[in-house]
T-cell receptor, first 115, second 112 residues
Framework: SAVISQKPSRDICQRGTSLTIQCQVD?????MFWYRQQPGQSLTLIATANQGSEATYESGFVIDKFPISRPNLTFSTLTVSNMSPEDSSIYLC????????????FGPGTRLTVL | ELKVEQNPLFLSMQEGKNYTIYCNYSTTSDRLYWYRQDPGKSLESLFV?????AVKQEGRLMASLDTKARLSTLHITAAVHDLSATYFCAVDSGAGSYQLTFGKGTKLSVIP
């Protein structure tokens, strides 16, 4: 499986500001995903990011709030815009492995606290 | 809309005991995944189950899938403290989307 890294690992931000999270994979992957894990909760898919096309957002998530870039097959960014305390979560990127079972692997996550 | 239900959500068990975590899902799916998450950490992939009757084992953990019942189980044998973690099942939405819908997770505490 490709190794996934995320930056920053954690951040504390003020209300109304924006934060861009970077996700780097050490080999080319077709599909990358962004998930949110609110405190003590499960994971919810935000969007699917494919290179060369617009990200596909899940119900309840919009591009203005969570713009995503996917400039190449190894990199993606997620921006959390105009943050409020409700955005405090762990944000994880993942990719689909190329094997038969399409195993999905997750990055280490970005722990975001909004004051 | 695909729904995934796990139970129990909390499980406290003594070392050496056996127990099973259940994962039910609401619509047909191609794949079911089990993950482990330690506090403050990311998700570690445990199993991918692809077909009806699939059974996979790793150490003290064994996962199975019954696609007709839309049920997967994660069985823990002779639990040890190191298995303490939160376990999630996740179901692929299908149709080539590879988008995962997660259960709420089962927080397992193994007491020495």
């Amino acid at each position: 499986s490709a190794v996934i890294s995320q930056k920053p690992s954690r951040d504390i931000c003020q209300r109304g500001t924006s934060l861009t999270i970077q996700c780097q994979v050490d080999s080319q992957v077709t599909m990358m995903f962004w998930y949110r894990q609110q405190p003590g909760q499960s994971l919810t898919l935000i969007a699917t990011a494919n290179q060369g096309s617009e990200a596909t957002y899940e119900s309840g998530f919009v591009i203005d709030k969570f713009p995503i870039s996917r400039p190449n097959l190894t990199f993606s960014t997620l921006t959390v815009s105009n943050m409020s305390p409700e955005d405090s979560s762990i944000y994880l990127c993942s990719h689909r492995g190329g094997g038969f079972d399409n195993e999905q692997f997750f990055g280490p996550g970005t722990r975001l606290t909004v004051l | 809309e695909l729904k995934v239900e796990q139970n129990p959500l909390f499980l406290s068990m003594q070392e050496g005991k056996n127990y099973t975590i259940y994962c039910n899902y609401s619509t047909t799916s191609d794949r079911l995944y089990w993950y482990r998450q330690d506090p403050g950490k990311s998700l570690e992939s445990l199993f991918v189950l692809l077909s009806n009757g699939a059974v996979k084992q790793e150490g003290r953990l064994m996962a199975s899938l019954d696609t007709k019942a839309r049920l997967s189980t994660l069985h823990i044998t002779a639990a040890v403290h190191d298995l303490s973690a939160t376990y999630f099942c996740a179901v692929d939405s299908g149709a080539g989307s590879y988008q995962l819908t997660f259960g709420k997770g089962t927080k397992l505490s193994v007491i020495p």
